[in-house]
């Protein structure tokens, strides 16, 4: 893939300038310059105007002990009320609200009316099950209308729910129904994806069998394809049965503005996932000011993020966001290539998309297939419906950004690359579609009210031009409350004492530019890889190779790839003497099926190696550095003079 060597400037329509939610620069400016008048006035001002409070909150942010940030702390809410509710209070109870897409192309509506009492059952279900305020569901189910009832469902009831993505293993899944003591567990028999019913229920079962899940009460299971499905006595029961004769009102429970809304578990630098708690009223907030600002979206828009819900991105951006602003929403079950690589294409055409929202990965593994088919080239469809397009989880390079900008924009949409993370609810760093000149390869400027900025080691300020860490300064609505059970984490995590506790460290590396002071994020300065926009820890792959009988030690780096951003690398010493041939890559695929079902399949290695041994230095640290230039097929300048056994780096240099 060439990249750009000129910088380009992309600026907005005149049109889209004209009637977007934040106007121009001068309108953005405006926004930072009443955030940096009156941080709390900015912040209680929006909460006032954009979500709707039971009772109104007096204390906009109580900072007594940071860095546990309490935000509206006096204000109570429902959020299945404001995503629901008031919407139709309004007025648009018979607007769509979700388009359902079925792998097999099969579409379903639901209006918000409808949606409502669909809530409303199960939440009388949950209810009905023991289900309180406070308690945690886990919810494991494929992308469906009934996943983001039961997100909306526990909102209504002030149960915290835990999506756990349904690629995750029985391994995984186990670990987050034990870490969060989960009353109950929302599944499905199966999932359909590119024409295949992929078995769900069986993972559950696995799960359960493996200790730890004890708390955990009650299975509740949707057939979605009504294929073979064990069902055990006294604990499941099928999500048809519970909702029978249950009343299609739900009075909602109002909680405090930081109640915890949901955990959603995301990988960090050591070995165990971590739980990250979000509030209510602070995250909705956020959710809906990022619809608005960053989507620019409007009552006419049918919004598609083509995220899962298993991810932050469908949380914000499918369950929440959308819904809470009245819009509608296409719902995708399937995969990108199936039937064929132009299924976006189609369905935007289809559907009538104007604001698209997906990530870099697809896009690059769209040019792919639309450069050896025109048939599923982007011009080969109708788009003329879609205005803004969105890009999250990875940095887009040039190349893609510009292929996405021309061939699927038609040159006339805004890309709204959002730099964000699992633990900061929404939108950091975005362009604002009628606002910020663009460029590609770089997120731009933070959102108004975000106070970004790049550091160096001690915490001070980087001129612009220099690389360092990308901090934020000031706390904000939407930001992670804690690690559920582990506190103590959530401080060394994110606000370490290298700062003196006073900014949140995101864990990426980023640069300013020297003239237009716009952001580029460089990656993860700590030991998490991002493949496919999917963010893993090198540690848990580690942990689960070591866990498998032959493996003695293991190491896993990340090496650039053009396809899924990085790609796993992991250098392997068996117990026994190092294998080669045919049985070296047997090997190596019983161990990458291995970590498939220790975590999932998307943590398998792409490239695995082994060695005798790994470059150590004296003192037995593993000089990961090197590993990284291995992987990346570089040949070692570096000083191996502190290194143990030099002669690995030639064995570790061999792909198999
Ligand atoms: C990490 C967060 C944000 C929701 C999906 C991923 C990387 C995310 C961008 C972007 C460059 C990005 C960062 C970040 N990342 N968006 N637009 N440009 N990098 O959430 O799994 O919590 O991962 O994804 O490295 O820290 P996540």
């Known amino acids: 893939m060439s990249e750009a060597t000129e910088v380009r400037v992309y600026e907005p329509s005149a049109e889209l300038v004209r009637n977007a939610a934040v106007s121009g620069m001068d309108a953005y400016k405006a926004l930072c310059a009443e955030a940096e008048r009156d941080y709390e006035g900015y912040w209680a001002r929006l909460a006032r105007e954009h979500v709707t409070w039971q009772t109104p909150f007096t204390r906009t942010l109580n900072e007594d002990n ?33 388009i359902f897409e079925a792998d097999d192309g099969t579409v379903t509506r639901v209006t918000y009316s409808e949606l409502l009492v669909r809530v409303s059952r199960l939440a009388n279900a949950l209810r009905a099950k023991g289900v309180k305020k406070g308690d945690r569901v886990v919810i494991y189910l494929p992308m469906s209308i009934e996943g983001i009832v039961a997100m909306q469902a526990c909102a209504r009831i002030g149960a915290t729910h835990s999506v756990v993505f349904g690629g995750f293993s029985a391994q995984s899944l186990r670990d987050r129904i034990s870490d969060a003591g989960a009353v109950m567990l929302i599944t499905s028999d199966e999932q359909c994806r590119g024409g295949k019913n992929i078995p769900l229920k069986p993972i559950v079962d696995e799960a359960f069998g493996m200790g730890g899940c004890e708390s955990c009460k009650t299975v509740i299971v949707y057939k979605r394809t009504g294929g073979a499905c064990n069902m055990v006595e006294g604990r499941d029961v099928w999500l048809h049965d519970v909702l029978q004769g249950q009343a299609d009102t739900c009075e909602p429970e109002w909680v405090e503005a930081e109640h915890p809304l949901f955990l959603l578990y995301t990988s960090g630098s050591t070995g165990k996932p971590k739980g990250v708690q979000h509030s209510s009223g602070g995250y909705l907030l956020h959710a809906i000011l990022t619809m608005k600002w960053t989507f620019d979206i409007k009552p006419t828009d049918v919004f598609w993020c083509t995220a899962d819900i298993g991810w932050v991105t469908g949380h914000t951006y499918i369950t929440y966001g959308p819904l809470a602003c009245g819009s509608t929403e296409i719902v995708f079950e399937g995969v990108p290539t199936y039937p064929d690589a132009g299924r976006f294409w189609k369905m935007i055409q289809d559907h009538k998309v104007s604001v698209f929202y997906t990530a870099p990965t697809a896009i690059r593994s769209l040019i792919k297939a639309a450069d050896a088919n025109e048939a599923v080239h982007p011009k080969s469809y109708d788009l003329s419906s879609l205005r803004i397009l969105g890009s999250v989880g990875e940095p887009i390079n040039p190349a893609a950004w510009e292929w996405y900008y021309q061939n699927v924009g038609g040159s006339r949409c805004p890309i709204v690359d959002t730099f964000w993370q699992t633990e900061t609810g929404g939108h950091m760093i975005t362009p604002l579609p009628g606002a910020t000149p663009m460029i590609p390869g770089s997120c731009t400027l933070p959102f108004p009210g975000i106070q970004a900025a790049i550091v160096d080691e001690t915490g001070n300020d980087v001129p612009w031009g220099q690389g360092g860490i990308l901090v934020v300064k000031k706390p904000w609505p939407s930001m992670i409350r804690t690690i559920y059970g582990d506190p103590d984490r959530f401080v060394k995590s994110y606000y370490p004492a290298d700062f003196q506790g006073r900014y949140y460290l995101a864990g990426d590396g980023a640069i ?145």
């Not at 935000?71 to 769509?96: H, M, P």
């Open 512 to 656: 300013r530019d020297a003239k237009t002071g716009y952001f580029t994020i460089t990656g993860r300065i700590d030991d998490v890889l991002n493949v496919s926009g999917h963010r893993m820890g090198t540690m848990e792959i580690e942990s689960a190779l070591v866990a498998h009988p032959l493996v003695a030690e293991a190491a896993v780096v990340g090496r650039p790839d053009d396809l899924t951003g990085e790609a796993i690398c992991a250098f392997v010493v068996l117990k026994r003497s190092r294998p080669t041939g045919d049985e070296a890559k047997q090997i190596a695929n019983e161990l990458r099926n291995w970590v498939g079902k220790e975590i999932g399949p998307i943590a398998k290695p792409k490239d695995l190696r082994f060695g005798d041994n790994l470059p150590k230095t004296r003192s037995g640290k593993i000089m990961r550095r090197l590993l990284r230039s291995i992987a990346k097929g570089e040949q070692i300048t570096q000083d191996t003079s502190t290194l143990e056994n030099p002669a690995i780096l030639d064995q570790l240099a061999q792909t198999l």
């Open 66 to 98: 940071r860095p546990f940030f309490k935000w509206f702390e006096d204000g109570k809410l429902n959020v299945s009320y404001n995503c629901l509710d008031r919407n139709i209070q309004a007025g648009l109870g018979d607007k769509t609200a979700i």
